[in-house]
């Protein structure tokens, strides 16, 4: 077995693929939930639904060390299988490079036949090395939802409550050049004054129309017409029409909305897998890898 895979831990895989099962078990149950409301009281839909959320979250807390243990193995490995990568380019070169020798004349059939069987088998031990590097560095990647998951987490820089106190001397240098602060020399130091505040213009008066106002006094309203203030109420304001069709109040009465169309299903035979049904989108596609709506945990 290879070194580096002998320190790997994989019973990690194996608790967070457990534990992905029952959540994606739960997250079909909540799809599958939302296509029966129709035929399910509001309060029981909310109860149901509560609780599973519930459990989802607490899968997500129970996984959430062991991503941290499974992303550190993953970033580990990323290295070496750089280096494994690297050296099957190398031997691949070196029996190309022999192939030209060859061909060149410096070596004759025997001594190629033994460098060329050396050099094939270096390649195949290099890439045997680099797959099966490679297999590892995928399962541990596959226990994740998404790549970004495997970026490493950013820190940002808190500051302290010394050095809050005192940004003007924020990565300055000493002033003794001892490595000590500089001595209080009993100066007074005041703090700026503050920038003036900007000039505002004022703003331009309001403009009235004249023939509204006269003399600083609002002009009188114009009379009413006669015929209009001798109308009744009803005719001088009429209600609003009603634009909205009334509903037929006899006939046939309102049909209920027809039930969603049936969905395709998968489900599998194989004994090691959930008896639990796969529900078809108009475009599904099924795998091992995160991108998959149907994932299936096998080789």
């Known amino acids: 077995m290879i070194e580096e895979l002998q320190q790997v831990d994989e019973s990690v895989l194996t608790s967070l693929i457990d534990l992905r099962r029952e959540r994606d078990a739960l997250g079909q149950r909540l799809a599958r939930m939302e296509e029966a409301r129709t035929e399910v009281s509001e309060k029981v839909l909310a109860r149901v639904r509560s609780d599973y959320e519930a459990r989802i979250a607490a899968l997500d807390d129970k996984a959430a060390p062991l ?11 990323l290295p070496t299988l750089e280096k494994a990568r690297e050296t099957c380019e190398t031997r691949r070169l070196d029996q ?3 192939e030209l020798r060859h061909e060149l004349g410096e070596f ?3 001594v190629h036949r033994d460098k060329a069987a050396q050099a094939g088998e270096s390649l195949r031990d290099a890439e045997e090395r680099a797959a099966a590097i490679a297999e590892v560095v995928t ?15 950013t820190t940002s820089q ?3 409550p010394a050095s809050a106190g005192t940004p003007a001397s924020a990565g300055a240098a000493p002033a003794n050049g001892a490595g000590q ?5 009993g100066t007074l130091m005041l703090p700026p004054e503050p920038p003036p505040p900007p000039e505002v213009s004022p703003e331009p008066p309001l403009w009235v129309p004249s023939a509204a106002w006269s003399h600083g006094a609002p002009a ?11 109308a009744p109420l009803a005719e001088r304001y009429p209600a609003p029409v009603d634009l909205e069709p009334e509903a037929p109040t006899s006939g046939i ?26 529900y078809l989108e108009p475009l599904t596609f099924i795998g091992r890898t995160p991108e998959n709506q149907i994932r299936i945990y096998k080789p």
């Open 108 to 110: 004759d059939d025997e």
């Open 181 to 185: 602060p500089p001595e209080d020399d």
């Open 96 to 98: 190309e490079e022999i």
């Open 139 to 153: 399962r541990f990647a596959g226990v994740f939802d998404s790549p970004s998951e495997l970026a490493p987490a």
């Open 158 to 160: 808190v500051d302290t």
């Open 253 to 278: 009465a309102a049909q209920p909305a027809p039930p969603p169309p049936p969905r395709a299903r998968l489900e599998a035979l194989d004994a090691d897998l959930e008896p639990q049904p796969h």
């Open 67 to 77: 991503k941290d243990a499974a992303r550190g193995t993953y970033r580990r490995l």
């Open 220 to 230: 009188a309203p114009a009379a009413e017409e006669p015929w209009r203030a001798a």
